[in-house]
């Protein structure tokens, strides 16, 4: 049942998307925003969070961010607010919602979870303890101005690998969730790891003593998005059967999204 609950959620993904590009115009001279989750995996077969809702706090010299009349909650998208964070690697995302703003600055969101989220690992499901101060969302810094007559995709990037702790001997799961939120147009990096046979494959960009991480899709390709221009080191760290491989000074410009040669890894030597 989880698996075609996951296979709906891409499916309605795909349905949204097409349906933005069809009709992705503001009205009155708003500025439109589409907002979409995607996800920084961690070593988990599933990790499934409950998404409630999504509110958003333009800037405002008057407005207090402890006041809820200064957030407006977005027109949830999907139907079932059981994510599974884990379809959401590679080039993979999920619509959340699209709304229409005055023109501003999109000062922080909120993402509102519930309490029904979980993992699994080696086929055994684990609740994940959820902090009771994320009852009231989740806030994530933007400060990324809008203009009038415009669209844009603003992206949350939901960190499994750094949200999820083991708390010492208790064995509990802790969800503490790492987040956070960028144009889509931000610069980035992509690539295509090749052989299939060498996934599970993780990939890192560090920079500055800070990493960001994500996961292959099925197809080899990956996507990281979001990063400060600059010279990053970046790590592919296939399967135990093949060799790791470590691509240096790979350049990042403003605006851009730097496209990786293929990269093949090789089956360590016996």
């Known amino acids: 049942m989880k698996k075609y609950i996951s296979n709906f959620l891409i499916a309605i993904t795909a349905i949204f998307a097409v349906a933005c590009d069809f009709n992705d115009s503001p009205d009155n001279g708003m500025a439109r925003v589409n ?3 995607v996800d920084a995996p961690g070593d988990f077969d599933e990790v499934w969070v409950e998404v409630l809702a999504v509110r958003v706090r333009m800037k405002s010299d008057n407005s207090d961010e402890n ?5 407006r909650e977005m027109n949830y998208e999907p139907g079932d607010k059981m994510v599974n964070l884990l379809d959401l690697t590679g080039n ?12 501003g600055e999109i000062d922080q969101i909120r993402l509102v979870l519930g309490e ?11 609740e994940l303890k959820t902090p009771s101060a994320q009852q009231s969302g989740l806030k994530i810094k933007v400060n990324q101005p809008i203009e009038g007559g415009q669209s844009y995709n603003l992206v949350i990037d939901f960190d499994v690998a750094k949200s999820i702790v083991v708390a010492g001997n208790s064995g509990n799961i802790i969800l503490k969730p790492v987040l956070r939120a960028y144009l889509e147009e931000a610069a980035g990096i992509s690539g295509l790891v090749l052989p299939l046979d060498a996934q599970t494959i993780a990939v890192s960009a560090s920079r500055n003593g800070e990493s960001f991480n994500t996961f292959t899709d099925e197809a080899g390709n990956f996507k990281i998005q979001g990063l400060e221009p600059g010279t990053y080191t970046i790590l592919i760290t296939p399967n135990e059967r093949y060799t790791p491989v470590s691509l240096e000074a790979v350049v990042v410009e403003q ?4 496209v990786l040669d293929p990269v093949t890894v090789t089956l360590k030597e016996d």
């Open 92 to 103: 993979n995302s999920l619509l959340l919602g699209t709304e229409d703003f005055e023109e």
């Open 255 to 258: 605006g851009k999204i730097t």
């Open 67 to 71: 006041d809820d009349s200064s957030w």
């Open 116 to 126: 029904n989220n979980y993992v699994v690992s080696d086929g055994n499901e684990f």
């Open 35 to 37: 907002f979409y989750l």
